[in-house]
């Protein structure tokens, strides 16, 4: 008797849970495979950053890599000339693709497809192919830009406009479809605005949110971006790290690593800034 | 009508300056001989060993890189996100990839040549801890190998970014459904999960293919030119006549434009076939 008892308690106090369900049984593991996906991948993604710390700091005394960056006034100015090439840029943008952008979606929508095309066109035409071109056109009469350092510094802020013209050209787009720009247009024009007076004091101020997310990621595009700037040899931040590296020993990782900062500080804005938004504007990049 | 169509004038302009006009060169100069007449023979001389080893070395690690890049970046995104990870995990890795699909060629060259490279840490370790000699076995990171791990750096992420959405959209009633209805794990993957995703994980692959292809500074800075790919041919000629022949040069510059052209076509292709599922 007692033995059927001792069964049904047993069977009582069996864990009812799992054997009867056989699908719950993969959660675990595949929790520990993700674990293992992404402890992999911090590894991968830390090792070259800790690999250039490391190296940056052996040189003897030991901050001295950092020390001597800090006080390479060559860093300094690069990096500022690369800043203030970004900025143009930046402003060379937004002065040609708001306007733009607005006056399409306002009164010209069935020319979208082509201005969009025309945006993209910079994913299929890469850098180099797109200096190449520049160098061939402008380095004869009848626009001989190449020869001169300022027609040089007009040639690389438009080949970097070419160049973040599908990221900003999205962003802008992308705030305007945000907002009702007819209702407020009509609105401006009944109170007798003109049009530069709508575009700077309405829609510019509408947009701010949008046109700062592209305007980062173009600067850390153009910070960074070495192929254009090394053939028109302009002093930018990258060729110069480029020449440094073949010259010093361990100041280079030290530059680098302000280059990864510069990058992980844009982004950052970025993130900031689009934090709720949808925007996947983030890809991209001058490899 | 006629009128409103100034307003798009200096956009048109500009992009026609800078970018058509100077394209349209190379297109121009890529069918000229030199004393100027009319040929294909440039398209023709491509094939010569030079010009069509680099089209195949650049190929080669654009898909190299953009098969594992793809794959692992997918198992990462997928880990993140679906995976059963605490959400900041995910946010922090997509926030990551934001920046490192961006990290440019020169300091990512140099940040592998420190780590991988003949004095890099890792080399150093393995030699002196655990008396493995990677570099005394023929590994060098100036190789092409070396170009493929540096290049997974930037295309992992990118494929982290760009494939997320689409394992957003795989819904979780699909999954359930196939469990009610009796399916393993396997089954639901091979049944429904991959050919769901497929049109996505293609596509981003192509996309992370025309990534690999058209850099240029990562490979210079780490190789300093000497590996011998379509990007760093058409540099070696803008620097100084590497091919000897100019309209040769606008030829390779125009092949790529076209590969590229092929690229971009089939990822929007496959792009609008994988947005039916992430309504």
Redesign the interface.
Known sequence: MTGQTDRLQAELDRPTSWPDRP?RR??PR??V???L??LL?VV??A??????L??SLRAKPMLSAWTDMLNDPQVWSTLGYSFVIGLITIIVSIV??V??AF??RL??PR?RPI?EF?T???????????????????SRPPLPLTGTNLGSDVLLV??Y??LS?PYMYRAVDAGLRTIDIRTLTEACQSLGAGWFTILWRVILPNLRVSILSGAF?TL??VV????IA??LARPMF?TY??LI?GNLAYQ??A???I??GI??GA??V??LIGRGSQD?S?????? | MRWSLLGVFPFFAFATMFLVIPTSYLVVGSFRDRAGNFTVQNYLNLSRPLTANAYVTSIEISLVTAILGGILGFLLAYAVIAGGLPTPFRTGIMTFSGVASNFAGVPLALAFVFTIGRTGFITVFLNTVLGVDVYGSGFTIYSKLGLEIVYLYFQLPLMVLIIAPAIDGLKKEWREASENAGASTFQYWRLIALPILMPSLLGSMILLFGNAFGAQATAFALTGGFINLVTILIGGQLSGDVLGDQNLGYALAMGMVAIMAVTILAYSWLARRAERWQR
């Open positions: 699908a993969g959660a595949k929790t495979a993700s674990w996906f992404l991948g991968y993604f090792l070259p950053l800790v690999g250039t490391i190296f040609l693709l306007p733009t006056w399409v009164r010209l020319l201005v025309v993209l066109l910079p994913f299929v035409v890469p850098p180099i192919v797109l200096v190449f071109g520049l160098i061939t056109t402008f438009c080949a406009v070419i013209l990621l850390a595009i960074g971006e070495f192929t090394n053939f990258a790290l480029q590296y280079p990782a530059v680098a690593l280059s990864f990058t992980w982004m950052g970025i993130a996947k983030e890809i991209g990049g001058a490899h």
